[in-house]
């Protein structure tokens, strides 16, 4: 079993011994397997959320999910985060600005984190589904640099070649190539993961584009639209919904961004 480095996380997964049958044959074979995680976040010094994530980035986790879930309105308001062990899982300890405690106490809800569902615990439809403020960003992308840019997110998933079992998140510049990407066995995982890394790096959020490897449900459009994002390009559909939002939001919402093209369902004076 491959050890685990909470701070420093990385590629997590064991090795377990498998039984394959191929071509009416059978093998035993070593086999990398991802790693799955109870990971609780506190804020200060109260349990708030439990999510199942792969144990890696937790810092940039606790910090994306901290911006895109409306409890902080900015990096600023962190003012520190501890990752530790905790019996069967890992446990977040953010210190967080009082007014936004406050705020987070008189709204708070209880959430059972699932791998793919994020709005699992909202106790009203006024919690459920939420609009971000209109997008304003006015970077523009061609669509060939989107497409090279989802190729170039797949070679960087390191974890994802090893197991198979990984969603990934990539921020494309408005000029260049992908330059970050993180991972997680949950696809609202990793993009928290990659907009915590953006934002303690002081990232100018209309300046890039969201690349996933998933579909464009309406809380994938969600995170992206309130970070100020103009562009969300997923490798598989949209969501219903995630178009709505996107509509209303003035989000670039672009679905099957593969090697042959890609199909924009909003607000697509973002792509040439």
């Given at each position: 079993?491959?050890?685990?480095?909470?701070?420093?996380?990385?590629?997590v997964f064991?090795?377990?011994?498998v039984e394959?049958?191929?071509?009416?044959?059978?093998?035993?074979a070593a086999?990398q397997?991802?790693e799955?995680?109870?990971?609780?976040l506190e804020?200060?010094g109260?349990?708030?959320?439990?999510?199942m994530?792969?144990?890696?980035?937790?810092?940039d986790f606790?910090?994306g999910f901290?911006?895109t879930e409306g409890i902080?309105?900015?990096?600023?308001?962190?003012?520190?985060?501890e990752v530790e062990?905790?019996?069967?899982?890992?446990?977040v300890a953010l210190t967080?600005a009082s007014?936004?405690f406050?705020?987070?106490?008189?709204?708070?809800?209880n959430?059972?984190?699932r791998?793919?569902?994020?709005?699992?615990?909202?106790?009203?439809?006024?919690q459920?589904?939420r609009?971000?403020?209109?997008a304003?960003?006015r970077?523009?992308f061609?669509v060939?640099a989107v497409?090279?840019g989802m190729?170039?997110?797949a070679?960087?998933?390191s974890l994802?070649?090893?197991?198979?079992?990984?969603h990934?998140?990539?921020?494309?510049?408005?000029q260049g190539?992908v330059?970050?990407?993180r991972?997680?066995i949950?696809?609202?995982?990793?993009?928290?993961?990659?907009?915590?890394a953006?934002?303690?790096?002081?990232a100018d959020?209309?300046a890039g584009?969201m690349?996933?490897t998933s579909?464009?449900?309406?809380?994938?459009a969600?995170?992206?639209?309130t970070?100020?994002?103009g562009?969300?390009?997923?490798?598989?559909?949209?969501?219903?919904l995630?178009?709505?939002?996107?509509?209303?939001?003035?989000?670039?919402l672009?679905?099957f961004?593969?090697e042959t093209?890609?199909a924009?369902?909003?607000h697509p004076?973002r792509?040439s």
């Amino acid at each position: 079993m491959n050890g685990i480095d909470l701070e420093q996380g990385g590629a997590v997964f064991s090795t377990v011994e498998v039984e394959r049958w191929r071509g009416g044959a059978r093998t035993r074979a070593a086999d990398q397997v991802a790693e799955e995680t109870p990971v609780a976040l506190e804020y200060n010094g109260i349990s708030h959320v439990v999510m199942m994530a792969s144990p890696a980035d937790l810092e940039d986790f606790a910090l994306g999910f901290s911006l895109t879930e409306g409890i902080l309105d900015h990096a600023g308001q962190l003012y520190d985060c501890e990752v530790e062990s905790a019996g069967e899982g890992v446990r977040v300890a953010l210190t967080v600005a009082s007014e936004c405690f406050e705020r987070l106490k008189a709204q708070r809800r209880n959430l059972t984190g699932r791998t793919g569902c994020g709005l699992c615990g909202a106790e009203t439809l006024q919690q459920a589904v939420r609009r971000p403020p209109p997008a304003r960003a006015r970077a523009a992308f061609g669509v060939q640099a989107v497409q090279a840019g989802m190729r170039r997110m797949a070679e960087m998933q390191s974890l994802q070649q090893s197991t198979g079992a990984t969603h990934a998140a990539g921020w494309l510049p408005a000029q260049g190539e992908v330059e970050l990407v993180r991972e997680d066995i949950g696809r609202h995982n990793a993009l928290d993961k990659l907009i915590g890394a953006l934002a303690r790096r002081k990232a100018d959020f209309g300046a890039g584009a969201m690349l996933v490897t998933s579909r464009a449900s309406y809380e994938m459009a969600l995170k992206t639209a309130t970070m100020g994002v103009g562009l969300l390009a997923a490798v598989s559909a949209p969501t219903a919904l995630a178009i709505r939002l996107a509509e209303e939001s003035g989000l670039t919402l672009a679905g099957f961004a593969r090697e042959t093209g890609l199909a924009v369902y909003a607000h697509p004076q973002r792509l040439s």
